[in-house]
């Protein structure tokens, strides 16, 4: 019960943080004049801050401010706040998904996109603060922009917003990039990361990903195929093999149910001669690829001893 | 803050005392032997009580259900075609074939589950009775008995003939291409728990091989006549319910005594029916855990609260579906499921079973067999649902 309360004040207190500057256009726009959107950002930050030391310093720079203090005091706070806001998103959304993994995909999905929301929200706030009344600044700021389109940087940014948008893969989704494989941890504006099996994490800039091609294999689903190959002696006897092979896998509890399960049979005649017996199969959460394999691996080849196919 | 809401809230709205509200909670003696047998999940004594399930219509006094099997015999006359019943566990499939009873020509072999069959040293034995036959030496040379006339078996809970693992399915296996063998000469009725159905037909395709129906749930009127129809004779009271919301004690602190039981009665029936979900037995486990003792021909009850299971960690969750899966399972058959170590998987059973999750069953040849308890089977199925990505019913 404490907890729900807890739960709905931090979504009160987060819909308030994100639509606060939008009840500022709100009243902005049935006014004839534009209101000093600078003694009103003032007001709300003296109403933050506690006790009465710091209202002097903050009248003083209310009425007298320059672009300079507003820069210097409006960017950090607005900043600060968006990204103390999505750092609470994530871990909101993170909770969310590991509470159900029928809709760990979506939440996952949604993520990205409310980050991507409360950031264009952040910087249409500060451009209407600063800009309203220095339309110098944004002179400035495009110059700046221009200076550096051919960086790296703005292309990062700008792959992490293609990213967002086309979302060719998603948070949780099993990719392989630059010969990494592994999940994706996070698809921030700058980098992708990925966590790779052995548990390291692979930042990759979102320009690279934008210039070379990428692998999905689970493509926003929840589950994804996993191909276990069984090797035997080419003389192997290959209905037995395969049965258990099947067995093998219909009998791991890491199994999707409801998908089929294939058995394949397959020679190969290179450095050594060999019947490999390949098992297409669905695992019930992308989590579990590896332990299936496992599983699958084990039991057959523990069968397969029994039954003297190794011999 | 909170104190000072809670004292406004008592200043204004003072909250009515219980001995005011309640009756006292004699001395009561624990609930008799003859009371609690009565509750028993045994099969109903009165088959007829399971009948009238949610959605069916009755028909000249028979339930849908009744209807099903009616039809089932004709499709077995007109081709061959074997039955399979499945549903919940627990929700009186036995009860419901022994109402059938009367509607299926003699002679009827009833093959009732007295735990798992592992060979087909235990299963022939199983199909000779079957057959009628005094003594067969294999599957195939019994498939070949000839009955005098034409017969019905219905063998309970098939789910007890195979185990998860490489090999586990060639004993069902063997039974389907027995009952195939026989189908014309024996009306074959298998029921099997809707859990294992969904699994073995993924597996093996098993509902290719039958003609299968789903017994579903009873309705809510049907659980609360059978309740009372067991209770007859007995009085009921009322006691304080183990979960009370301020509201509602203010509610019951307006009305007379005899009102008050009255709507204690009503809040307990919601509760119950609202737990057992269409399922008798639990609807009988929720009953006896709220009878605290009978006096003087009245029963004592008192609405238990529903704790939420706490949060179980994977592997557990994967031994109680497995657990599930097969209906029971012995601690070495659970070993051998997931190729446990012996000392992981003892630790994971006395675990599941230390919370209340498994419950031991009756032994069955000095085997001793682990069950899901039925307390939890709802909440396990949303587990397997939530969690596995298990999409059932």
Not at chain 1, 46 to 66: A, M, R, V
């Amino acid at each position: 019960m404490r907890r729900k309360k807890y739960l709905w004040r931090l979504s009160a207190g987060l819909a308030a943080l994100l639509f606060g500057p939008l009840s500022l256009f709100a009243q902005e726009a049935g006014e004839e004049q534009p209101s000093p959107t600078w003694e009103k950002f003032i007001e709300g930050l003296k109403k933050l801050i506690p006790g009465n030391l710091e209202d002097d310093f903050l009248d003083t720079i209310k009425e007298d401010s320059g672009i300079l203090i507003e820069i210097l005091i409006a960017i950090p706070v607005v900043f600060l706040v968006t990204y103390l806001l999505t750092r609470v998103l994530k871990w909101l959304v993170f909770k969310a998904a590991a509470r159900s993994t029928q809709y760990q995909v979506q939440w996952l999905r949604a993520y990205p996109v409310l980050r991507l929301l409360a950031w264009v929200l952040a910087i249409v706030y500060l451009l209407q603060l600063l800009m309203g009344e220095h339309w110098e600044i944004l002179v400035f700021g495009l110059l700046i922009m221009l200076a550096y389109a051919g960086k790296d940087g703005i292309k990062d940014l700008l792959g992490g917003l293609w990213l967002t948008i086309e979302r060719p893969f998603s948070v949780g989704d099993r990719i392989t990039v630059d010969g990494y494989y592994g999940e994706v941890a996070d698809i921030g504006l700058r980098a992708t990361t990925i966590n790779t099996l052995d548990d390291s994490k692979v930042a990759v800039p979102n320009s690279f990903i934008l210039g070379n091609s990428i692998s999905n294999s689970t493509s926003g689903k929840n589950y994804c195929m996993v191909v276990t190959e069984l090797w035997l002696p080419i003389t192997v006897d290959v209905q037995r093999a395969k049965r258990i092979a099947y067995e093998a896998a219909i009998s791991s509890p890491y199994l999707n149910l409801d998908k089929s399960v294939t058995v394949l049979a397959l020679d190969y005649f290179r450095e050594e001669l060999a019947t490999v017996i390949q098992v297409k199969a669905y695992v019930l959460a992308r989590q579990y690829e590896k332990l299936f394999q496992s599983d699958v691996t084990e039991a057959a080849k523990q069968a397969f001893r029994e039954e003297g196919l190794y011999s | 803050m909170k104190n000072a809401l809670e004292w406004i809230q008592e200043k204004i709205f003072p909250e009515p005392k219980d001995e005011d509200l309640f009756p006292p909670t004699p001395n009561l003696d624990e609930l008799p032997g003859p009371y609690t047998d009565r509750f028993s999940l045994n099969p109903a004594r009165e088959p007829s009580e399971v009948l009238g399930r949610a959605g069916d219509e009755v028909e000249n006094g028979k339930g849908g259900e009744l209807k099903v099997i009616e039809n089932a015999l004709e499709q077995w006359k007109n081709h061959g075609i074997p039955l399979l019943l499945e549903g919940e566990s627990g929700v009186g499939m036995t009860s419901l074939l022994q109402a059938a009873m009367p509607l299926l020509p003699e002679p009827v072999v009833f093959l009732e589950d007295k735990g798992r069959i592992t060979c087909r040293e235990e299963l022939l034995p199983v199909l000779t009775q079957a057959m009628g036959a005094e003594k067969a030496e294999s599957l195939d040379a019994l498939a070949h008995v000839e009955p005098g006339a034409p017969r019905v078996v219905v063998f309970e809970n098939v789910e007890r003939l195979f185990l998860r693992r490489i090999g586990g399915y060639d004993l069902l296996q063997d039974f389907l291409l027995f009952v195939n063998a026989t189908r014309k000469k024996v009306f074959w009725v298998v029921t099997i728990n809707d859990y294992s159905f969904y699994f073995l037909n993924h597996a093996i395709k098993l509902a290719d091989n039958f003609s299968s129906k789903k017994v579903s749930c009873l309705s809510a009127d049907k659980i609360k006549a059978a309740i009372m129809k067991r209770n007859e004779g007995f009085r009921m009271m009322f006691l304080k319910p183990e979960k009370l919301s301020r509201r509602y004690k203010q509610r019951l602190s307006k009305m007379d005594p005899e009102s008050r039981q009255a709507s204690l009665r009503e809040n307990f029936f919601g509760q119950l029916l609202e737990f057992a979900g269409g399922n008798i037995s639990r609807a009988i486990i929720y009953w006896l855990a709220a009878a605290r003792g009978v006096k003087e021909g009245i029963v004592h009850l008192k609405a238990p609260a529903i704790v939420k299971p706490q949060e179980v960690p994977l592997e557990e969750l994967l031994v109680l579906e497995a657990v599930f899966l097969h209906t029971s399972l012995s601690f070495e058959e659970v070993e051998a499921v997931f190729h446990h170590s012996s000392y992981n998987g003892r630790l994971l059973l006395d675990r599941l079973l230390s919370r209340g999750w498994l419950y031991p069953r009756s032994p069955r040849s000095g085997v001793q067999e682990y069950q899901v308890n039925f307390w939890f089977l709802h909440e396990l199925k949303e587990l397997l649902k939530n969690k596995l990505n298990r999409k059932i019913s």
